[in-house]
């Protein structure tokens, strides 16, 4: 059977869950900072980090959603929660919740703000911030074609810099060790 | 009418799983039928348990509720629904509800990609294992989470011991897991796989299950998965969350009713879970024993008719029983239930020798029957091991298992990159 032939399944990534994720997202970033509780916030938090895993499948790739749901979700929320539960929450709920940074807050909203502006610009010339994207869909083999960036001796361009960012994590490691333990 | 009968037979003759043929119609039944197999797995589970524990300690166990108290865990789940449902009045309402389903959730989404047979899964994931250890390290937060919104000081402690020891167990299991990813990467195509089924045709492919591969590095790292897997899912004897004696019932102390069956059925679930990463990943999944010494269509026959044989032997079993049940009048509706739970093994049986069944049907056996050896191996851990105290759990966690997971990582990717690194050397060495 040639390949034309075959049904095609109906894509996953539709305007419908795109918009039904980043929903989810706001609304669970926005939770974050408005729930006195910390715990509550924490959740929101999780909710929000889910879907962010979810937007990645929907980018076709599999790898880097599993990534994010077990490093945020499932090990890095569990510290913080770890955290959050041994302080006193009648304490947390009198303090107050913003500090009140107006002008620096602006200034990076509207920073932020600009960086979308321009992303979505198109100059009269016909340039953009981001070159047009091509979509190929390896949802796959997205774990080999990674492997294969990182490592492989003719395409790994990224060996280098993954190295030194996992050397960077042992350093803040071994920082806390020494903070922590005068004597070891 | 004829399009839909089509789109559902199309299935059948595609010999790929429902998620990867796309067809949404074989992917809900597949769901279905998952969730339902799971949730009879449970209740026998449940039954067995006790049973089986008793007989450990000379007792009867349940007998009172059907025939050899067959009914049992029925009245049980019969009574936790008309039980009341109680919420502390001090409990953070919100998180205490929603506590029990993401645990329940976690435990019932690894599902997804467990290959039951080589098309026989719901779907097969690019990134399978990957997903089921995320998924299923979700399940902590609804283990704290319940803790915390207790507000009380034995759930709390509970869930703390709980995370603790979820958290550092995991990184064992998971050099565990990825020494055998290590070892997927030598079959033909010499590319690894994270994929559930990936990984079982990596070892029909090799010919030797992943225990027995580089003798004796998997067999050190099934055992590290083994004892992790028992920690992870916080049974006996690391069953310190739930320790009885020192914390009531540790992290649900304070659940009652629906929601406190939620966290059973999430554990025993749970369970079988990672007993299917184990047999995937170290027992050839679905493969039937020696398929390369015992090969030939004689044997094929044989095998394949051993699935309708052992319903066969329970029947005769359960009809041995019935024979021996009290000759008294009162005893005459638990025969009479006994012998037709027998009729109905004994008819299962016999449908599993029908050839069309027979065919499909084998590999879904066979993996069970290794879960179902895993999930004696549990119930063995819990009548004879005494639990551990909570430093010697670490201490075997941080100490043991991941200096030795470490070692046998490292082992592994050497042993499986020899021919690489001699050619390395020999090039260094004899330019």
């Known amino acids: 059977m040639n390949p034309a032939a075959l049904p095609t399944n109906p894509p996953v990534a539709t305007p419908f869950f795109f918009y039904l994720l980043a929903a989810v997202m706001i609304i669970g970033g926005i939770l974050v900072i408005t729930r006195k509780n910390a715990v509550h916030s924490a959740m929101a938090l999780i909710t929000t980090l889910l879907a962010q895993a979810a937007l990645y499948l929907m980018l076709y790739a599999p790898f880097v959603a599993g990534v994010q749901i077990i490093l945020y979700a499932g090990g890095i929320m569990v510290l913080f929660l770890f955290v959050i539960m041994l302080i006193s929450i009648e304490r947390t709920e009198k303090e107050r919740q913003f500090n009140k940074q107006w002008l620096v807050g602006i200034a990076a909203a509207a920073a932020l703000g600009g960086l979308f502006i321009a992303v979505y610009t198109t100059t009269t010339s016909g340039r953009t911030l981001f070159p047009e994207g091509k979509l190929t869909f390896a949802e796959g083999d997205n774990t080999q074609r990674i492997a294969g960036l990182l490592f492989d001796r003719a395409t790994g361009t990224y060996m280098f810099a993954f190295e030194i960012a996992s050397l960077l994590l042992l350093v803040a490691i071994i920082g806390a060790v020494v903070m922590a333990k005068k004597r070891i | ?431």
């Open chain 2, 1 to 431: 009418m004829h399009g839909v009968v089509q789109y559902i037979q199309s299935y059948l003759e595609s010999n790929q799983t429902p998620g990867a043929a796309g067809n949404f119609f074989w992917a809900t039944v597949y769901i279905l039928l998952v969730f339902v197999g799971l949730s009879v797995a449970v209740i026998a589970m449940n039954w067995l348990e006790r049973k089986i524990l008793a007989h450990m300690q000379v007792r009867l166990g349940p007998m009172r509720v059907g025939p050899h108290g067959l009914l049992q865990p029925i009245a049980d789940a019969l009574k936790l629904l008309l039980k009341e449902d109680i919420i502390p009045a001090e409990a953070d309402k919100i998180v205490f509800w929603v506590a029990p389903f993401i645990v329940v959730l976690a435990a019932f989404t690894v599902f997804v990609v467990v290959p039951f047979g080589p098309t026989h899964a719901i779907t097969d994931m690019n990134i399978g294992i990957l997903f089921m250890l995320g998924v299923s390290s979700l399940s902590v937060l609804g283990i704290v989470t319940a803790g915390w919104a207790s507000n009380s000081h034995y759930p709390l402690i509970g869930a703390l011991r709980s995370s603790a020891q979820m958290v550092s167990y995991e990184v064992a299991m998971g050099l565990a897991v990825v020494s055998v990813i290590l070892m997927t990467s030598l079959n033909e195509a010499s590319t690894g796989t994270l994929s559930m089924i990936g990984i079982v045709q990596a070892q029909q492919a090799q010919q030797q299950w992943f225990v027995f591969k580089f003798f004796p590095l998997g067999l050190i790292g099934f055992f590290i998965f083994a004892v992790a897997m028992v920690a992870e899912t916080n049974r006996a004897p690391f069953d310190l969350p739930e320790a009885e004696s020192e914390l009531t019932a540790g992290f649900h102390t304070e659940y009652s009713g629906f929601r406190w069956s939620l966290f059973f059925l999430a554990e025993y679930s749970a369970m079988i879970a990672v007993s299917s990463i184990a047999v995937t990943l170290w027992l050839g999944g679905w493969l039937r024993p020696f398929p390369n010494a015992l090969q030939g269509s004689t044997w094929e026959l044989v095998f394949s008719l051993i699935p309708g044989l052992a319903f066969l032997f329970l029947a005769a079993m359960t009809f041995y029983s019935t024979v021996r049940m009290p000759k008294h009048p009162l005893f005459r509706v638990q025969t009479i239930g006994l012998a037709g739970f027998g009729a109905l093994l004994g008819l299962i049986g016999l449908i599993l020798f029908i050839p069309g069944v027979r065919m499909r049907v084998q590999d879904i056996f066979w993996f069970s029957a290794k879960v179902a050896g895993f999930m004696y191996l549990y119930i063995w851990y819990r009548g004879t091991f005494p639990r551990y105290r909570f430093d010697q759990l670490m201490k075997v966690g941080w100490k043991v298992l991941l200096p030795t997971g470490l070692a046998l990582l490292i082992l592994t990717a050497v042993v499986a990159m020899r021919s690489e690194l001699l050619a390395d050397v020999r090039g260094v060495w004899h330019p």
